[in-house]
């Protein structure tokens, strides 16, 4: 269908070729999403990573009350969209807790709320994506170390390793695999990012994401599915040559860390 | 001594601070579900609030008779939890243990298909649905069959298995058991933990979905939870404390879901099981 | 199979006119279909999409002309000719010529003001504000009254709602979005940017920036002096026991009364149905004064499209509905063309530009123009 200029409304189309591919490549909205769903990616990504690998060490170990804390971590991934959006543009407005904070450490706060201030706006979105999907990254972290005999971690204790021995020699290459499956699901989740946009700005406020576009585009608000499909091909094209690239790198047998 | 204690003190205090980071929403969720409808509006400061009432969820079981919506989600999201543990973890059985061009080539598409926005899939699947090849439009197949097998969990499970020790099913097999015997009495405890973490993550995706449901059926009848709040409690001039009593109801049996499967992902591998 | 929008109050009313319609019809059975306010549109433009569409839809007036030019709508043009005259809003589904819906109730904006904020600003309880300068200055005095407080509800950038919110300032100065003739866009006249200008005043001097939501929910707790909203604002007060005491009045143009924006519900029959017949009927049925009336009152709302029904006591009850009628004389609105969408969208960045990231108020309407014209070629 990216080739044609097939509407959803009509039945009649025909092969257009290329044609859809040069008029996205000029199309300054589709560039727009292009950049800003970039942005999004190589921001959320290693950071949540990261975040959710420290939380699973930390109540990996056994210690009282670790349950809980279990729960409540993982907590905001199966919160409702709703929810997170309602509480998120509240925090986020001008007079709200974000921005005091902000004044607090002697920033200056954009004047009509972080997620109408276009250098704000994207960045906000991210930082709420980190905080609803880090406990759900950690959870499998968390069934990933369960993999890992604690004789291994005893005898390296008995070896005299420190902590981040363990961690450099043990813990990190048995979760390779896992690691890997969190680093290529979260960059396609990201790649495809949508809700999350949709209710915080509608993408408005130079937001605009690339499924957004599509999704817009292709049904919602016109109806050219040839010219959304080409761009949804685009970003497919995108997603694959990117999971291929962290899967030759994660692959690699020699460390690279 | 007493290092030890401050220690353990700082690390309560750094987690119980993350904790309640995450946790706000929930608190908040609940505080405002219980607020009377016409406590005037909601601010982030309604935690603070003193007036309590269970009007919203009469509202919402009475006014908007949700029990039947209720009931479709529990069923959909049962089965198709059910659906993806089994076939997920027998795909994904095959693509770790088995490496050949086939199943290479079958974990690619799987790869291929997690690749494609679910929201561009709507149109050809709606299309699919309403013709005649597969008229299963506004039907519960409509909400089970796309759904039985997530690509993801396809994913997930395989990339656990492999890291798991393949000593003990090369035991097994020397001591002489069928293949079946060692899916079931040998692989399959061994990956209770991403199970868990399957059905988890499985039960709430469907549980919570909205788009989908809304769409590819009509029907009072089958209306899941998220698609009987939409209509009665999350229009747009809704009150929020009904929408947030919604989502007090909805999130509840995920809650518990997760407490019965933490257990799951916590015992794991217990220490003898793995004889080197 | 009807599909109707749903909100779970009316619902019964809706079942009980539905019951009544085939009471009278034994021979025609309705399915509703429920259509909810957030994914509404996409259930209805797949379903025509894969050519199962209901036989008979409820359309936002800003939706006729796009379905209307992919040749999915009835031309109902002959079927409306005897009661053209006894109901309004006709020209909103009128598509190169042809009638393609049928109006049921309509809507508009007007100007809310709470009072209680007006007289601690020092005005007596007879001041209204009708012309750009009152209202500025009013909303000045009110937001001076301290820093909880602000004179004037201004919309974030949000889709569909932010440019509701500045046609009426251009209309009002006497500017268009196209000619007459539609054929050109006058975006970027002088009208068009004394309207964006003032609006951009009132946001700088006074402005509670917010989503529609936002700005009636602190209107409604009384941090904000006028708001411009619609009729569901009435039934808010009324559902969530909100005691304010309000003000309405027609939205202030340069130096008298002028223009607000107006849309509606419409009918409309599917192209591909085959029971055309017993889908005007009911079309018919619904829209009659009788019906009307029951449903406005079900649903609060303040501007059936039957002139008939518009006489019924309930309406001239209310001081607030009264302002409604009256303000629905006074509106306009945007053009019926396949392209609205795109135009819509186009204005609205040019106002988010001006009011939120400080751009010109010309060159951001030329720059819209110039978009809309590329747009349309």
């Known amino acids: 269908m990216g080739f044609s200029n097939k509407e959803l409304l009509r039945a009649d189309w025909q092969w257009v070729g290329l044609q859809n591919y040069v008029t996205l490549f000029k199309d300054e909205h589709f560039l727009s999403a292009l950049g800003n769903t970039f942005v999004f990616v190589v921001g959320t990504v290693p950071i949540t990573t990261i975040l959710a690998l420290g939380m699973a060490l930390l109540v990996n170990r056994k210690f009282r ?6 729960a409540g971590y993982f907590f905001p991934s199966i919160t409702s969209m709703v929810v997170i959006a309602l509480i998120f543009q509240e925090l986020y407005r001008r007079d709200g807790y974000v921005a005091m904070l902000a004044t607090m450490i002697g920033l200056t706060p954009p004047e009509y709320g972080f997620l109408i201030d276009k250098s704000t706006a994207l960045y906000s979105i991210m930082a709420m994506d980190i905080w609803m999907s880090v406990g759900y990254y950690m959870l499998i972290f968390l069934a990933g170390l369960k993999s890992i005999p604690d004789e291994l971690y005893e005898a390296a204790r008995m070896q005299g390793a420190s902590f981040f021995h363990q961690l450099r ?4 290459p048995i979760l390779r695999p896992v690691a890997l499956f969190i680093i ?16 915080m700005t509608g993408g408005k406020s130079d937001t605009m994401s690339m499924v957004y576009f599509v999704y817009e585009n292709g049904v919602t608000k016109a109806f050219q599915f040839g010219y959304a499909s080409a761009a949804a ?21 020699e460390p690279i860390w | 001594m007493v290092t030890y204690w401050l220690k353990t003190l700082l690390k309560y205090v750094g987690l119980t601070a993350i904790l309640a980071v995450m946790l706000f929403p929930l608190v908040w969720m609940i ?4 607020l009377p409808s016409s406590s005037g509006s909601v601010t982030l400061t309604s935690l603070f609030a003193s007036s309590f009432t269970f009007e919203n969820f009469t509202y919402l079981f009475v006014t908007g008779s949700i029990g039947r919506d209720l009931f479709n989600s529990a069923f959909v999201a049962i089965v198709v939890t059910a ?15 088995q490496p050949n061009v086939w199943t290479k080539l079958l974990f690619g598409s799987v790869l291929v298909v997690l690749m494609i926005p679910a929201h561009i899939l709507i149109v050809p699947l709606y299309s699919l649905m309403t013709s005649d090849m597969m008229p299963i439009h506004d039907t519960y197949y409509a909400l089970i069959l796309p759904w039985l097998v997530y690509p993801i969990g396809i994913f997930l499970v395989k990339q656990y298995i492999e890291s798991l020790p393949t000593s003990m099913e090369e035991a097994a097999r020397i001591d002489g058991a069928s293949e079946l015997r060692i899916i079931c009495q040998v692989v399959m405890p061994l990956c209770k933990p991403v199970l868990a973490v399957l059905a988890i993550q499985v039960f709430f995706t469907n549980w919570n979905s909205l788009l989908f449901p809304l769409i590819l059926t009509s029907s009072e009848h089958l209306r899941t939870l998220p698609v009987g709040l939409s209509h009665y409690g999350s229009d747009e001039w809704a009150p929020l404390q009904h929408k947030m009593a919604g989502a007090t109801i909805a999130v509840i049996p995920v809650l518990i879901l997760f407490i019965i499967l933490q257990r799951r992902i916590v015992s794991g591998i217990t220490a003898g099981a793995v004889k080197q | 199979m009807v599909a109707i929008w749903t909100d779970p109050a009316i619902k019964p009313t809706i079942r009980e006119m ?13 399915k509703l279909t429920d259509l909810t306010w957030s994914h509404g549109h996409e259930k209805i433009v797949l379903a025509f999409a894969s050519g199962r569409g209901p036989d008979v839809v409820e359309l936002g007036s800003d939706w006729i002309a796009q379905f209307a030019e992919n040749g999915q709508l009835t031309d109902i043009s002959a079927d409306i000719a005897s009661d053209s005259a006894e109901y309004q809003g006709w020209s909103m589904a009128n598509y190169n010529g042809r009638i393609m819906a049928y109006p049921w109730f309509l809507g508009t904006r007007v100007l809310f003001g709470n009072l209680d904020l007006m007289a601690k600003a020092g ?3 007879t001041f209204v504000p009708v012309s750009w300068p009152q209202l500025l200055e009013a909303s000045k005095k009110i937001s001076a009254l301290g820093p909880k407080y602000y004179g004037w509800g201004s919309n974030a950038p949000e889709k569909h709602r932010l440019y509701k919110k500045y046609l009426p300032f251009l209309w009002s100065a006497g500017g268009q979005i196209l000619t007459d003739d539609g054929k050109l866009c006058v975006i970027a006249s002088t009208y068009a940017i004394d309207g964006l200008t003032i609006y951009k005043m009132l946001h700088d001097s006074a402005g509670y920036v917010a989503k529609q939501r936002g700005i009636e929910d602190a209107f409604l707790d009384g941090k904000v002096g006028f708001i411009i909203s619609g009729d569901w604002l009435l039934k808010r007060i009324e559902k969530e026991n909100r005691k304010i005491n309000l003000l309405s009045t027609l939205i202030p143009g340069p130096t008298l009364p002028g223009r607000s924006f107006k849309g509606g519900e419409f009918l409309a029959i599917n192209a591909k149905s085959e029971k055309k017949e017993a889908a005007m009927k009911f079309v018919r049925f619904i829209t009659s004064p009788e019906q009307q009336i029951k449903f406005c009152k079900a649903n609060r709302s303040a501007n059936p499209s039957s002139v008939k029904a518009q006489q019924d006591p309930y309406f001239a009850s209310n001081d607030h509905i009264q302002t409604f009628i009256k303000q629905i004389r006074l509106a306009k609105h945007p053009p019926v063309d396949p392209d609205w969408v795109y135009m819509e969208g186009i204005i609205e960045q040019a106002v988010e530009d001006v009011v939120f990231n400080g751009e010109p108020v010309a060159e951001s309407l030329r720059k819209a123009r110039h978009e809309i014209e590329k747009q349309r070629k």
């Open chain 2, 83 to 97: 659906g993806n543990i089994l076939f997920c973890f027998m795909v994904a059985y095959v693509l770790a243990r």
């Open chain 3, 123 to 125: 005005y007596d309880d």
């Open chain 1, 169 to 172: 020699y043990i813990t990190i």
């Open chain 1, 184 to 199: 290529v699901i979260n960059s396609i989740k990201s790649f495809q990012v949508f809700v999350e946009i949709y209710v």
């Open chain 1, 65 to 70: 009350g670790r349950g809980i804390f279990r």
């Open chain 2, 31 to 34: 505080r405002v579900a219980f």
């Open chain 3, 18 to 30: 539905v019951s009544d319609f085939e009471q009278q019809n034994p021979d025609i059975k309705v």
């Open chain 1, 233 to 253: 091909i685009i970003l497919f094209a995108i997603i694959g040559v990117f999971s291929i690239m962290q899967f030759s790198i994660l692959k690699r047998r």
